[in-house]
């Protein structure tokens, strides 16, 4: 079934999406990028080109590059007065009145010039897809009238999409926030892009979004804020060396992407240095620029531009009859919105702490995907699958808990692990059911326990234990574990396991990370045991064995040192038990050593391979970590 | 004619079987929805560690550059100025190799200019034809078929456009 692309067609950058899989996901361009410029360029030799490469002859061909097109679209020559003034492109009236770009000495209609951008995104997505696609889901700014709606439509039309719907950006977001999901509601959003600034307050009711208001600065935008940081850039160098890099193209160039690097950065830490060796260069020599700017001195360059949104979101608030405490949700739109001070104004504004989590630049066009997947019927209810709140497994020795299924895996899953027990002829094993983060089972919520019993006497670590864990769609577990020798099995069912509040999921990853460092110790000590209990085993076990190839102060040695770890096997302190462990390891090589000995002398006597096995009885002495023993049984027994 | 009118009972076992199918098929298409968004996860997953990795592997690489650079300016501390100049040139030569290894290719910029590997800085009137490059202010490059960043240039606007106006 061929797919159904979600389109953002804004005004200085395109973004386009689709769902894989019923997850949205970005279409990256030819040129590797997740958005594409959205310019239209016509060269001397009557080349079309688009996005990125169109966006870089710019300079030399200002007349014929065709930018920030969306601000024309649907629009009367008589009403863009204001528009024409920053566009180095010629405007012109169309028969009906209606503006047109004049290239040349051929005049377009915007939407000609929009299906441009359209047409390269659907052959990006067509490239990425594999297939080609016809249908598309394009988003438009709340504000757009029924002129500049139409006109986006035909834009698609011109481009070969047959466009199923036009939301509206903000809904688009919203979509993109799974916020239709909820129960009525009101949401603003706040969209702070390259060049425009848009807010706008949605109301949600019985699933249907409806704009309340909305307001703007159609002039004010991530480019103003990087030439404010540019400008200071260009201030302080003059100060320092006396020279304006202004006059110098690629200079700015190079302050250009310093800026919007330092932005990027100041996004996480409180102070970047900007570095640019041979930023230029005077008769003295080259010139370095090296400047420190803080988070406080961006904010301080970019005050007056913030201030300039808060005129426009009080007055969508008002228009739609609410005060800040009337709003539910609010969603952050455009790259500007990463900045924290940006969300800091509007937390200031709000009063609510904005949602995240969704790329700002590419919340919109994830929105369209998922609108053209409703449309589609392939986002449907039956599907809609949950996840695992939190990661399920037993306890193994020690209290260590050993995870069977992740956390956040989708169900219905399924998982199995063979288990083995700790002792020589233990009877049964305890299979205790956990759910939780922390490594350690006391930390975690047990969900239930149950024992499988009739195990056939045999040595340690022999017997196989299938654990399987069973989860259907409904959160449903069941755990069961089979002895594969016998067959004989025992299950448990747990129900309402994943039926936890967000909360209380919340609260239980929280409580993981703040026993992290203890349940972290807690786990080493039982790994340390757990390895000494099974050294102390074998080696006990094979001294039993080959006692009488070795001579009486090896024996005496080796079990003192038994003693020795026996003796600190209880202690709390990893490693003691590791110092011991390992003293006793050294012993036991000479064990070892000394069979082989034997052994090879017993061979060359003979000649003739002995054959017995006792050669291999002493690979085990250590390792047998890997086996997740349950023993609790075992033990208290 | 029996079989074209079946009796209640037929109906209702019939329904019955036709329900317990549904619900057969309901739970396997649940599993492999699940299944799928499982794999999906994981290769999410293996993809970041996989980015990590290469990641590591560059920066190794580039370790011992960084050890000559700081070795020519500890040089230039001490010796005169064409050491550093020698020093600076071993260390480029020596960080370009790595770089070319990676897949790297300097983006030339001798002919005419393409706005797909090159980026126009600034446009001027000269001697040379229309659209010709006259000056390479950055050097762009290239990874693999992907252009990491566009050659910066200067290019000519010719000859008949040399009169702005006084």
Known sequence: MAKTIGIDLGTTNSCVAVLEGGEPTVIPNAEGGRTTPSVVAFTKDGQRLVGAPAKRQSVTNPQNTVSSIKRFMGRKFSEVSEEMKIIPYEVVAGPNGDARVKVGDKEYAPPEISAMILQKLKADAEAYLGESVTDAVVTVPAYFNNAQREATKDAGKIAGLNVLRIINEPTAASLAYGLDKEHDHTILVFDLGGGTFDVSVLELGEGVFEVKSTSGDNHLGGDNFDKAIVDWMVAEFKREQGIDLAQDRMALQRLYEAAEKAKIELSSTMSTQINLPFVTATQEGPKHLDLQLTRAKLEELCHDLLERTVGPTKQALKDAGLGPDGIDHVILVGGMTRMPSVQEKVKELIGKEPHKGVNPDEVVAVGAAIQAGVLKGEVKDILLLDVTPLSLGIETKGGVFTRLIERNTTIPTKKSESFTTAEDNQPSVEIHVLQGESEMATFNKTLGKFQLVGIPPAPRGLPQIEVAFDIDANGIINVSAKDLGTGNQQQVRIEGGSGLKQEEVEQMVREAEAHAEEARKLHELADARNQAESLVYSTEKSLKDHRDALDAETIAQIESRLEEVKGVLDSSDAGEIRAKSDALMEASHKLAQAVYEKVQAQQTASSAPSGDGTAGAEEEVVEDAEYEVIDEEAKQS | ?166
Not at chain 2, 32 to 39: G, K, S
Not at chain 2, 46 to 57: F, G, I, Y
Not at chain 2, 83 to 104: F, H
């Open chain 2, 1 to 166: 004619m029996a079989d074209k009118h079946p009796t209640k009972a037929e109906l209702e076992q019939r329904l019955a079987e036709a329900e317990a199918q549904r619900d057969e098929y309901l739970d396997d298409l649940r599993r492999v929805a699940a299944d799928f968004e499982n794999y999906r996860k994981r290769a999410a997953r293996d993809q970041e560690s996989l980015v990590a990795r290469a990641h590591e592997r560059l920066v190794k690489e580039l370790l011992p550059v960084l050890d000559d650079l700081e070795r020519a300016l500890e040089a230039a501390a001490e010796h005169e100025e064409a050491k550093l100049e020698d020093g600076v040139r071993l260390v480029e030569r020596e960080l370009r190799a790595v770089l070319a290894r990676e897949g790297l290719v300097e983006i030339e910029a001798d002919g005419h200019f393409d706005p797909h590997v090159h980026e126009a800085l600034l446009s001027q009137p000269s001697e040379a034809e229309d659209g010709a490059i006259l000056q390479v202010l950055q050097k762009g490059y290239r990874l693999g078929d992907r252009v990491l960043r566009p050659a910066r240039v200067v290019i000519s606007q010719g000859m008949e456009e040399a009169e702005p106006a006084g």
